[in-house]
C-alpha cells in the first residue's frame, strides 16, 4: 500500500470507530465487564487488521467494523431490558468473604486463589479478614468490602455512639424481577415478598427497578420512572 492509501485507510476506520465508540457509550472504558472487555480487544485488532490488509476494500472494512459493533450494540440493549441475558452475559457479583470466613467453594467458582483475594482486600485497605462482614467481587471484578462498624475509619463505637449492623443488602427485585436466589438465602417465599411490598404500598412488582432488604428488616423500594410513588 501507498503511503496515501494508508492514510486514507486510517482516517475513515477512525471516523468510523470514533461513531461506533460514542454510539456504544462509555461503559467500554469504564466498569468492564468479561464481555465488554473482549469486545474492546476484538474490535482493536480489527481495526488494526483492516488497516494494514490491502486486499480487503474501505467499505469490506466498514462493513466488517460497523457488523461488529452493532453485534455488540444489540447484545448491550439486550442486557439492558432483559436480567437473564444479563446474567449470562454480565455473570452475577460473587460473595466471596461472609461473617470474616473465606468461602472457598465461592473463589473456586471464579477461580480465584485466596493471594489474589488477599491481594483485593489489601487494595482496599483491609488487611485483616476478621474485619470483614462480607466481600463482594463484582462483574467487573473488582472487589467491594464490608467492614464490620468496630473496624471502620472513625466508627461510632470511637464516638461512643450505639450502632446497630445493617449487614448485607438483599436484592429482592430487579427490573421487576424476583430474585428467588435472595429470597432461598432468607428463607422466604415469593407471597411473603408479595405481602410485605403490599404492606408498604407497592402492588405491582414489575414497576419496581430495585427492591432491597438488610439484616434489621429495613425496606428500600424504588420504582421504574414514570410511575406512581407507590
Given amino acids: 500500500m501507498s503511503y496515501i492509501e494508508i492514510i486514507s485507510r486510517t482516517v475513515i476506520i477512525f471516523i468510523i470507530l470514533f461513531i461506533w465508540t460514542r454510539i456504544l457509550g ?20 480489527l481495526v488494526g487488521s483492516s488497516i494494514m490488509t490491502p486486499d480487503l476494500g474501505v467499505l469490506k472494512t466498514m462493513l ?21 441475558i444479563r446474567k449470562v452475559v454480565n455473570g452475577e457479583p460473587t460473595i466471596v468473604i461472609r461473617k470474616g470466613k473465606i468461602l472457598e467453594d465461592q473463589l473456586r467458582k471464579i477461580q480465584l486463589n485466596v ?29 467491594s468490602v464490608l467492614k464490620y462498624p468496630s473496624a471502620m475509619n472513625v466508627t461510632k463505637k470511637d464516638l461512643n455512639v450505639n450502632f446497630e449492623k445493617r ?10 424481577k424476583i430474585i428467588k436466589e435472595s429470597l432461598n438465602i432468607l428463607h422466604k417465599n415469593e407471597n411473603w415478598l408479595q405481602t410485605l411490598l403490599e404492606a408498604n404500598g407497592y402492588t405491582n412488582i414489575k414497576n419496581i427497578i430495585l427492591c432491597q432488604i438488610d439484616d434489621q428488616n429495613r425496606l428500600y423500594v424504588d420504582q421504574k420512572s414514570g410511575q406512581n410513588s407507590r
Avoid: C
Fill in 167 to 176: 449487614g448485607l443488602a438483599y436484592n429482592l427485585v430487579i427490573d421487576g
Fill in 64 to 84: 466488517s467494523i460497523s457488523l461488529f459493533a452493532f453485534l455488540a450494540f444489540i447484545l448491550g440493549h439486550a442486557v439492558m431490558k432483559h436480567l437473564i
Fill in 115 to 143: 493471594n489474589d483475594l488477599l491481594m483485593l482486600l489489601r487494595k482496599k485497605d483491609t488487611f485483616y479478614i476478621d474485619e470483614v462482614d462480607a466481600a463482594i467481587v463484582e462483574t467487573d471484578g473488582t472487589l
Fill in 26 to 45: 462509555k461503559k467500554l472504558i469504564s466498569q468492564m465487564t468479561v464481555f465488554d472487555y473482549v469486545a474492546g480487544i476484538s474490535l482493536g485488532a
